[in-house]
């Protein structure tokens, strides 16, 4: 957009140009998304690659008959998206860009009517392509951007965060926020591919790519118990973009997402699965306004949901300890305020999964083995809240 408002992109995040060399450190993997035919648009069966620097796979996922690409990044990420131009521009594409603002401030409807006015006056056909180049709130945007002109064009991610890499890229989520919440307007559109460049995570502020392992972690307990031992081997290791235990953290999440998405793209059942931790994560994100990333409150929301496993005698108190000790690890926060219940009550209310009056929440009957249990009665979640409480004075926020 021509001006930009400011946004809570996170403080820090590199106003150069995110590496997208060509510089080879080892073969790229490729993840297959469900078992479908791999043709974009609703389908599943597409690939996600993961590796370095992997700009020059762009064409292969755009189509054969596309003409004209739309590049989606977010302003500070304009030095990549031009990058990205260049190079399709080369390869004889029509490129353009559409800069939107950083962050939650991209997911507005006045952006995303922008991006249909550059569609529209370039003449975009269903043939042609939408590329996003950024985190989750830009493939979010160019999603639901892409899920909506001419009723579905082909969309190809280019995640540059860990959280995206992991999550909002894979699975085909698109939405923009309101003035009444976040993602209530959006509708499933699958990418034609994704690709995780590896080197885009060098330049990353390091509280972003923390805040992303969150949702690894999460993937560790709902489906892959390697995933923690890895983290519990070498925090360290964990949360260096050079490393090849980083590499794997990575490719193991999105095998876990792409095996759920593969066998259920619309959540109506084991896809809620990823909302581990998530329903209190919600509700802290809204009490505190957005300011709290994403990362931080799925790690507060996590330890939350342990808690209330354990006060139902579905996770041991050793499993709920190693929840604590593996996010400690890396620095994730695993305690909030203990002044605010009434708030996150209500945001507790509004999840998506909850039916009617009954509140539902992904609990693990052990590590690996997560279901959505219905809870009957709200003290058994203020018992949980208690255990997670910090008196307020006393309360570090370290994300
Ligand atoms: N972020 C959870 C999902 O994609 O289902």
Known sequence: MSTPTDSGEPAGTPQAST?????????PTTITVGEGTGTGGDELGYPVVVGNGLLSRL???????????????????RATGDVV???????????????????????????AAFCWQVLGQNDFTRSDAVVSVGGGAVSDLAGFVAATWLRGVRVVHMPTTVLGMVDAAVGG????????????????HQPAGVLADLDTLITLPRNEL????????????????????????????????????????????????AEIV???????????????GHTLAHAIELAERYQWRHGAAVSVGMVFAAELAHSLGRLSEAEVDRHRAVLTSLGLPITYRDDRWNQLLEGIRRDKKNRGDVLRFVLLNGIGNPA????????????????????????????
């Open 173 to 188: 989520k698109t939405g923009i926020n309101t003035a009444e919440g976040k993602n209530l307007v959006g509708s499933f």
């Open 262 to 276: 593969g066998e259920d793209a619309r959540e109506a059942d084991r896809r809620e699965h990823l909302n581990y």
């Open 372 to 399: 959505t249990v219905e809870i009957p009665d709200a003290s058994m979640l203020y018992a949980a809240y208690q255990e997670i409480g910090e008196p307020v004075s006393g309360t570090t926020i370290s994300l």
């Open 59 to 77: 064409p292969d996922l755009l189509g054969t008959q596309a003409e004209r690409v739309l590049i989606i990044h977010p302003r500070a990420l």
């Open 19 to 27: 590496p997208l060399s060509e510089t080879q450190h080892s073969e």
């Open 85 to 111: 131009r260049e190079d399709l521009e080369k390869a004889g594409y029509t490129a353009m860009v559409a800069e939107i603002p950083d962050a939650e401030e991209g997911k507005h409807i006045q952006v």
């Open 210 to 257: 923390v805040s992303g392992l969150a949702e690894v972690i999460k993937c560790g307990f709902i489906a892959d118990e390697r995933i923690l031992t890895l983290i519990e081997e070498s925090p360290e290791a964990a949360q260096n973009p050079h490393s090849a235990q980083l590499r794997e953290l990575i490719e193991r999440s999105i095998r876990v997402k």
